[in-house]
């Protein structure tokens, strides 16, 4: 019996410990933004100053949950809202695994469907939760009290209407996908989805989006993402690539590096770099 | 004489029946069309567009290939039927495939379909409570339930020696009993105590959904505990041949299960090589005095009785095996009483269960961290294959050993 007690009195410091350290290390005040290696596809966790956790899209598989865990408190189980850019496969399918873990408080996405039975699936795990989805279009925006803002560039809904009659996304040619721009402070961070360079282009069209410090690179850097003058417009300093090692697409492609180096952007690759964060307090920006 | 005439009585019915067990096995044959109803014993491999159910049919190995929606899991009953395909693998051994049957599920009895339900809400629980390697370690030790972890974890379990605390052995029983027994013995009489852990048993196997390999464990964990506290081997002994008769003369297919076997094994372990080291009076006050000189004892009996097992279905054997086993082996009965409760309470409020299962997560955390160290280590053996001879060898070696420590103590 004394034996037993004095191993509760290790586990409860031990405890007291761990949670300490936790705390302390997650909850630094600062913007953090993790492009997760989920393997060929998207999956982006966003962490506000506030502590507010965000998601845009989980990747093909369960291994956005390895990302999740790493990267906030273990006792945190609530993701404010969670966006899915597109239904594709690679970016909604981890969703299925986040939930069975985590709360989420609302799901975002543009207004297309996909008949797939693994779509179905999410979208009936969704209706269970009694989550009601957002349709988001250009021009919706929300700000936290910690002053990071979340604003949808794209797509219009003449570009939904134009590139799917049907509202069901097409597999290959153009669709329309979700381009987020996350700022906080002079930080400001472009999350593109698939899309591809017509949509991005029309989405920063707007004088106020210029000089950017993260791109997330199009498309797992297919060909068809970037073009000249969207980088000339943008000018980020780092362009992130999340993209799975030796993928059947031949993501990234020769074109779409050269053009990043020809920009002087410095480019990551989640399939190199694994986890790649990064951590900004709205001044600075630092990668880890 | 009586009872070697009794014994063989027993022995020539349990051949009969196995004998016909075989003989009446069904038939099949490429491109026959079949209705199957089949109990899943392990959870579909799940890929992004499809599932992959691995079972039983006949003797022969059976794939199905099912689509991703609707989702199955461990211990579902489905009625499945569609037609055979039949493929050749390498090793020249047959095994059918059915491509996109249909199939429907089914609920076999309210008790059962009570279980399966709860059995769910502590899947859900865990896993939004623990991060992932440690909800489905915890979901294991306690209810044996699989659940996925990440592939690295799992081999490193598999390579230290330790996947067997997730397969709900009789070994985790014992070690659950004895923990009870301890802390109901504390501030009562030791009946009473024993009596009560034996209700907390049972109480387990009704949480744990009636799982055959978790009722065979309780019993002979049963077994060893109780012989354990009222000092009677001998009865102990005949209850154990005795169940691993009955188990196996209900369903002979039983004796091919290595849950079956580690957990008669290990038992049989326990009731004969443990009482060895306690026979001296210096190791046994060694062992009484240590913090985990219990655990080091009840480690090597049970690694001593289960090595030809473990070597011939897993393979590989880490010399650090014991080591590792000594060190976490005292957290498996007091991850399985937080387990326990923490389920139990979460049944009724999702927030005071969560709490509770928070309290595993120093242990989880060591024994994780414990695994992955040691499994970094290597010293890693890895045995081809083990033939028969070798294993009758090494059984006969360990039984005689054990006779002439005895005969020596008389």
């Known amino acids: 019996m004394k034996k037993y007690f004095a191993i509760g009195t290790v586990i409860l410091i031990f405890f007291a410990g761990f949670f300490s350290y936790q705390f302390v290390k997650f909850n630094d005040n600062k913007l953090h933004i993790v492009f997760c290696d989920v393997g060929q596809g998207d999956g982006i966790f966003i962490r506000t100053p506030s502590n507010k956790n965000f998601l845009i899209d989980a990747g093909p598989d369960e291994k956005i949950v390895g990302c999740l865990e790493n990267h906030m408190p273990f006792w945190e189980r609530n993701i404010s809202v969670a966006f899915l850019s597109h239904p594709h496969l690679d970016h909604f399918a981890g969703f299925n695994y986040v939930m069975k873990r985590y709360n989420l408080i609302s799901f975002a996405t543009e207004d297309l469907n996909n008949k797939s039975a693994s779509f179905q699936g999410l979208l009936s795990q969704l209706k269970d939760k009694k989550l009601r989805i957002q349709y988001l279009y250009s021009g919706d925006s929300f700000k936290i009290k910690d002053g990071t803002r979340f604003s949808v560039l794209a797509p219009t809904k003449d570009f939904i209407d134009k590139t799917s009659p049907n509202g069901q996304i097409g597999e290959t040619g153009e669709f329309a996908s979700l381009i987020i721009l996350v700022s906080y402070g002079s930080f400001t961070a472009l999350f593109t989805g698939d899309s591809q360079a017509p949509e991005l282009s029309q989405a920063i069209s707007d004088n106020s989006i210029q000089d950017i410090k993260i791109l997330g690179v199009p498309h797992h850097g297919s060909k068809t993402g970037l073009r000249p003058e969207i980088l000339s417009r943008l000018k980020p300093n780092y362009g992130v690539i999340s993209v799975g090692a030796h993928n059947r697409y031949g993501h990234p492609t020769r074109f779409t590096l050269d053009l990043l180096n020809e920009f002087n952007v410095k480019t990551l690759n989640t399939s190199k770099n694994g986890d790649i964060e990064i951590i900004s307090d709205g001044k600075n920006l630092q990668v880890r | ?410």
């Open chain 2, 1 to 410: 004489m009586k009872i070697a005439a009794i014994a063989s009585v027993f022995l020539l019915i349990l051949g009969v029946r196995v004998f016909l067990y075989y003989q009446n096995q069904p038939h099949f044959s490429e491109g026959e069309d079949v209705d199957l109803k089949i109990k899943l014993n392990s959870g579909p491999k799940i890929s992004s567009n499809r599932q992959v159910i691995s079972a039983n049919l006949g003797l022969k190995h059976l794939l199905i290939i099912t689509s991703f929606l609707p989702q199955y899991h461990y211990q579902d009953n489905l009625k499945i039927s569609g037609r055979l395909r039949s493929k050749v693998l390498k090793n020249d051994k047959e095994m059918f495939i059915l491509y996109y049957p249909k199939i429907e599920k089914t609920n076999p009895n309210i008790l059962l379909k009570l279980t399966t339900e709860i059995r769910q809400k502590f899947i859900d629980l865990f896993s939004r409570t623990l991060p992932k390697n440690y909800s489905s370690l915890l979901l294991g030790i306690t209810f044996g339930i699989k659940e996925k972890m990440t592939d690295n974890f799992l081999n490193n379990l598999r390579i230290t020696g330790v996947l067997h605390v997730i397969a709900a052995s009789g070994m985790n029983v014992t070690l659950f009993g004895g923990f009870i027994t301890a802390v109901f013995g504390f501030f009562l009489k030791r009946q009473l105590a024993l009596f009560l852990s034996i209700f907390g048993i049972l109480f387990y196997v009704f949480l744990a959904g009636f799982e055959p390999s978790i009722i065979r464990a309780a019993i002979m964990g049963i077994l060893v505990f109780s012989s354990q506290i009222l000092g009677r081997q001998r009865l102990s002994s005949y209850g154990l041949i005795l169940a691993g008769y009955f188990m196996i003369l209900l369903s002979p297919d039983t004796i091919f299960d290595i849950g079956f076997q580690l957990s008669f094994v290990a038992t049989a372990g326990l009731l004969y090589i443990r009482p060895v080291f306690y026979s001296s009076k210096r190791i046994k006050r060694i062992l009484d005095t240590s913090l985990v000189g219990e655990d080091i004892a009840t480690t090597i009996s049970a690694q001593a009785a289960t090595l030809p097992i473990l070597f011939a279905n897993f393979g590989i054997y880490s010399i650090w095996s014991i080591m590792v086993n000594t060190l976490v082996l005292w957290t498996v009965p007091m991850l399985m009483i937080i387990g326990a409760v923490g389920g139990t309470l979460g049944l009724f409020s999702d927030f005071a269960g969560k709490i509770f299962i928070f309290v595993s997560f120093p242990l989880l955390f060591y024994f994780e961290k414990i695994v992955n160290l040691f499994s970094g280590l290597g010293g890693i053996v890895a045995i081809g294959n083990l033939s028969w001879q070798v294993i009758a060898g090494y059984y006969l070696l360990l039984i005689s050993l054990i006779y002439a420590r005895r005969t020596h103590k008389k």
